[in-house]
C-alpha cells in the first residue's frame, strides 16, 4: 500500500524529531515519503541532517512562522492538505511528531480497510484528563485520512467572540458533521497502542493520561 506520512513542526516541538523518524522507519508497512510542513530555517537545523530510507520533503506555507499559534499551524495543515490533493496519494497518515507509533500500526490500518471497504478516515485519538478534570484529545495526532476528505474540506481557522478556532479543531467537527448525517463511514477511538513523548523526555502510553 502506498501512502504519505505528514507532519508539521513547530520549534515548540522540534526535541522529537530522532524518536519519531526511529518510530516512522519501523514501520513493517512504512510510507513511501514523509512530508514535513516547517519554516526552512528550522528544517534546515533540525531535519535536513536526517539520513532515512524513506525519502523526506520539505513543505512551507509562508504564513506558518514555526510556533504553535492557530495561524501558523493552520497554514501548515492547509499547505500538507493542497499538496496531498496534488499528488497521487489515496491516503495519507497524519501524525504529530511526539506521537510514537508501534512497527504494525499501517498493518493495522489495512485490516480495518478490509473489514469496512468504504472507510475514509481512521481517527485513532486518545483521551486523557488534565490536571483540572477536563478531557483532552488529540487532534489529527494520529489519523489516516483519504484524499476525498480532503479534497472538499479545507484546514481553517476563524475569531469569534475573540476566541481563535483553527486548523483541525474545525475540520474534525465539519468531517463529523458529515458522518452524523450518514454520509462517510469512519473509525475512531484508541485504535493504534501510540506512545507520546513528552518535553522533559519521558515516554508514556496513551492510557497513563486517563
Known amino acids: 500500500m502506498k501512502y504519505v506520512c505528514v507532519t508539521l513542526l513547530g520549534a515548540h516541538k522540534m526535541y522529537g524529531m530522532d524518536l519519531f523518524f526511529n518510530h516512522i522507519s519501523k514501520l513493517n508497512t512504512p510510507p513511501s515519503e514523509i512530508w514535513i510542513s516547517t519554516p526552512k530555517r528550522l528544517y534546515d537545523v533540525f531535519v535536513s541532517g536526517y539520513n532515512l ?3 523526506i520533503k520539505h513543505i ?12 501558523s499551524t493552520t497554514a501548515a ?8 490533493i496534488k499528488s497521487g496519494y ?8 511526539d506521537i510514537l ?6 498493518d493495522q490500518f489495512i485490516d480495518y480497510l478490509d473489514q469496512y471497504t468504504d472507510l475514509v478516515w ?3 485519538f486518545h483521551a486523557y484528563r488534565l ?10 495526532g494520529s489519523s489516516y485520512i483519504h484524499r476525498d476528505l480532503l479534497e472538499n474540506i479545507p484546514f481553517i481557522e476563524c475569531t469569534f467572540r475573540d476566541v481563535g478556532f483553527g486548523d483541525d479543531f474545525l475540520w474534525i467537527r465539519i468531517v463529523n458533521s458529515f458522518e452524523s448525517m450518514g454520509w462517510i463511514n469512519s473509525l475512531h477511538g484508541p485504535l ?11 515516554v508514556v502510553r496513551m492510557e497513563e493520561f486517563t
Do not use: A, Y
Not at 489515496?90 to 511528531?97: A, H, K, P, T
Open 77 to 84: 495543515r492547509e499547505v500538507l492538505r493542497q499538496e496531498i
Open 131 to 140: 490536571g483540572d478534570g477536563k478531557e483532552k484529545r488529540h487532534g489529527l
Open 90 to 97: 489515496q491516503w495519507s497518515l497524519w501524525l504529530d511528531n
Open 53 to 55: 530510507d524513506i525519502p
Open 192 to 202: 493504534f497502542d501510540v506512545l507520546h513523548l513528552r518535553k522533559d523526555g519521558t
Open 60 to 71: 512551507h506555507n509562508p504564513d506558518d512562522k514555526g510556533d504553535d499559534k492557530i495561524p
Open 101 to 106: 507509533v508501534p512497527p504494525d500500526m499501517t
Open 122 to 124: 481512521v481517527h485513532s
